[in-house]
């Protein structure tokens, strides 16, 4: 069976909704947004136990990341981005959920062909790009003695 582009277009069209581009920015800016309110409050929580700004710094993206490992372990954070769309790419959640989908959805195939293997195959691009990133920019600081 042989169909064209045009056929095969209108059947796509056919079986795709339109989505509700509005509802949907207004659903990601909305979840996006109290993702960031909860980050801050972790932040409030942290400086009134008495944390200094470096503790704090390191404990509430750590906070964010387990939390968002354990809803995506458990499949919580699927159904929130189902709703929220890009509000949940928010880049701390959006990575802790990149790494562990793959972890899960390849755990069948064991524990170093499967889980270890396939965890970083989407967040490893952006963890070499980011070590990359970060080397060049230490060297340009060091050698224009800007810090």
Known sequence: MSISKDEYSKMADKASPD???ILNCVKAFI???LICTFGQLLNTIF????LNEKEIK???PCVVIIITA???GIGVFDKIA???GAGTIVPITGFANSVVSPALEFKHEGMVLGTAAQMFSIAGPVIVYGVGSSVLYGIIIYVFHLY
């Open 19 to 21: 989505s509700p581009i």
């Open 31 to 33: 979840i996006g947004g």
């Open 47 to 50: 400086s009134n136990a008495g």
């Open 58 to 60: 390191i404990a509430t």
């Open 70 to 72: 354990i809803l995506t």
């Open 82 to 84: 189902r709703h929220a």
